[in-house]
């Protein structure tokens, strides 16, 4: 391939075919550094997420993609030598602010992890324990109808609609990572962090996920760290590419693949390193 071609990577041109709308920005990073001890993970990122559109983390393994990710809901909190400067609002509320409730925020903003990691739980305690802890549902019969909901918006309803108490830890990979993601639909979340969420799976249970992130798209904010760039490009409209640190490149999926404005954004998409 030459330097001026498009690389072989289809995208969602929805966004090119239709008029521009409005967005409704969910999350604003703004000058956001991370130091592990004194390495500095991640330089000035300044991003918006919005609402409307499924937004994906690309770059080489080790540019900061995942760390960024965790900043967005202060899961950085965990690593004891990680410290993040900058700004970070969901709808304009400051989350590193010391009013913060750490476990509301983490229920607004859910994460979904790379590998399932369900509770070894029956099914339906998966999805009903945040609602419970989070005090949801006053009655059984609404935990219920909350699980019913997760279950079926996460496209697990009816696979597992008659065994709702066999484990959790006893589904297929795909099945488990459509609970994890039920289970954070549970919490009525605004924003859905999503890490390499199909890096364990296969092509079936990925391309399974794939749809479901598109029937997500709108309800809640979405965004998916990936390594896999058609991926990234089926799933996602806007595209943010980070390169040590930086992010180099933030714009609409079909522009980044096919006509990225920087140089190390085009070397990485035409697959020249990474
Ligand atoms: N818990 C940690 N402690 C110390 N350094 C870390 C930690 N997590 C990540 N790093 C470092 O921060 C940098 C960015 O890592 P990060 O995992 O965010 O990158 P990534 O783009 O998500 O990589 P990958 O695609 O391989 O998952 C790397 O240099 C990594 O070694």
Known sequence: MTDTQAPAVRTDNT??????????????????????????????????????????????????KSTFLRTLNRMNDTIPIARVTGDITLDGEDIYSPDMDVVQLRARVGMVFQKPNPFPKSIYENVAYGPRIHGLAPAKRDLDGIVESALKRAGLWEEVKDRLDDSGTALSGGQQ??????????VDPEVILMDEP?????????????????????????????????????????????????????????????????????????????
């Open 177 to 186: 990572q459509r609970l994890c993601i039920a289970r954070a639909i549970a």
């Open 15 to 64: 966004e090119r075919a239709t008029p521009k709308r409005e967005t409704h920005i969910k999350m604003a990073a703004r000058d956001v550094n991370v130091f592990y001890g004194t390495s500095h993970a991640i330089r000035d990122v300044s991003i918006d997420v919005d609402m409307e559109n499924v937004t994906a983390f690309i770059g080489p393994s080790g540019c900061g």
């Open 198 to 274: 199909c890096s364990a799976l296969d092509p079936i249970a990925t391309a399974k996920i794939e749809e479901l992130i598109h029937a997500l798209r709108g309800k809640y904010a979405i965004v998916i760290v990936t390594h896999n760039m058609q991926q990234a490009a089926r799933v996602s409209q806007k595209t943010a590419f980070f390169h040590l640190g930086h992010l180099v490149e933030y714009g609409e999926t079909s522009e980044i693949f096919t006509n990225p404005r920087e140089e190390r954004t085009k070397d990485y998409i035409t697959g020249r390193y990474g």
